[in-house]
């Protein structure tokens, strides 16, 4: 679609596009990967409990067991029971662990099917708006930090919320005074906790983009590999993803800092706290107040009060930082797919059957024409994509320092607007071959586009077979057409797999018929021979096809779309990159299946698309004539000179 995008367009402001900062998420937001957990988060919680009960027993038997020293009498069970308590005490804690483990991985897998599902569905427009690492980022490194809500002690924290309350009755029981003491301490480290740990979700937030912007960066230097190194500009590649590794850097950093405040925080609870336990319990035995065994039991308590206390600091800046990925996560997930707003954009909400779109094409009514294959009534369409003015933000941070840096990571997106077609009309009758032709940026792809409904005309109408393209399904819709993109992509795999890409239930026979058709064969007998594979079919193409040439990647694609056997077939410069003998022998190839089919051909070659039935010329997203080949040569003067300098015309 290269062609169409290539006039400039203008800017306006818009809150869309990939603003510096997502929505925030909410805990709620967060309940619903637990509660799909929530057989194994039962089982969790009903450990938890039960290593709280096992764990609260051991300060009593062992205030006990030195009780009974103290006075010389026999401890008789009560150190085997406390052996048997702590040994069960263990158990339990490591099963909840591989528990807890599995449960957080479940998260993750929940939350990466999800989010995978719905941008493998968005519409091609918010494609256009966002970049394709940022993207990859969102599955990747945002879904992970989900885990740790659940391995740093959400879930634990119901079983250590009952240790911890247990902990408090014993030492209040115990002590009312030493319990005010500790109870003191820890309530200031939990409000300083708590105010510290807000601050962590906008910053996780903020270095999630940042990840997500270098990863975007890496993929597109990755995917564009030897077009930068062909053109020297490795270094300068590597000097602006260096840029984006260091922001992603400062941000980590401000995360790491908010949360190494609260470590020391805990720490000098926990050793304030003892160090009080130490100082005036040891006062009160030796006042009488209490005894020996309850300062010890005491003492034993306060240790179990504190780690369920870290478990819930632990939790609390986990489930922010969980949170500020959720936000990114949630951003996506709220976009509509293309079949939600299939309704919504369909006249009347209505869906019509495919059966009857059929029977409209055939002309279901005696002596009536058949509807036209495809119809475009005063159509207009304008290219919306985000345009963050990130170069220019780079030119301001240079010398600016740290508030520069601020004030440009903090620039508006922008939405760029290219208007690409203009009250397109035209028809292409059922059964014919139909070409588009015309210069760099007609909007010719655009056409197609909009008939495979990767986007909808923002005026006007475009018909299939008499029914607007919004009454209908896309999935049927698409079944209809086989469509061969200008840049013949390839999918890594094998060949077979690329082929089987919209026919999943081909044989091999039928996947060699095609192949030798489009006059692969010879790429099919060479795989066999140079890997000793039983079929070519199981041969690699590499990523991104690499190991084919760029006519076998065209001829490829047409092959895939040919095996679907569509009754309607688009080819966007379907030739362009074959040489004379196999442009011929794919011209053949097409006829052979054009037979009750209908052809919508982009082509600048106009060499190839002489003979079609009928040739539609476009100039800046218009039409400007209609018509055959001779006919266009003697009415059209922009289709004259594209004739005469391809020397199909002479000289005048």
Known sequence: MADDTAKPGRRRSSTRGDEPRGPRATFRQLLPYLFEQRSGAIWIVALSIAGALFSLSQPLLVGAVIDRVQHAQPLDWLLWGLVVFVVASALVNG????????????VVLTSRRRLIGKILHLPISEFDRRRTGDLVSRVGSDTTLLRAVLTQGLVEAIGGALLFVGALIGMLVIDPLLFAVTFGVVAVALIVVVALSARIRPAVARSQE??????????????????????????REQSEIEAEAEAAYRHGIRVARISALIVPISFIAMQVSFLAVLGIGGFRVAT??????????????????????GQAIGAISAVNQALGALGRIQEIAALPTESARDTELSPAGRIVPLAVVEALGAGADPGADPAPAIRFDDVAFTYRSAAPDRVDARELV????????????????AIVETPVLHDVSFEVARGTRVALVGPSGAGKSTILSLIERFYDPDRGAVSLHGADLRTLDRRELRSQLGYVEQDAPVLAGTVRDNLRLGAPGASDAECERVLRAVNLGALLDRAAAQAG????????????????????????AIARALLTAPPILLLDESTASLDGVNERLMREALDSVATGRTLLVIAHRLSTV???????????????GEGTHDELVETVPLYRELARHQLLVAES
């Open 95 to 106: 099963y909840q662990h591989y528990l807890l483990q599995r449960l957080g991985e479940g």
């Open 533 to 556: 594979l039983a079929s070519g079919l199981d041969a690699q193409v590499g990523e991104r096809g690499i190991m084919l040439s760029g006519g076998e990647k065209q001829r490829l």
């Open 610 to 624: 002489v003979d079609s039935d009928r040739i539609i010329v476009l100039d800046e997203g218009r039409v400007v």
């Open 398 to 413: 240079r010398g600016g320092g740290r508030g520069a840096r601020r004030d440009a990571e903090a620039m508006p997106a």
């Open 210 to 235: 940042k990840v997500g912007d270098l990863a975007a960066s890496v993929d597109r230097a990755i995917s564009s590999i030897r077009t930068i190194r062909a053109a020297g500009a490795a270094e």
């Open 288 to 309: 009488g107040s209490i005894t020996v065994a309850q300062l010890v039991t005491f003492i034993i308590f306060l240790f179990m009060m504190i780690m369920p206390l």
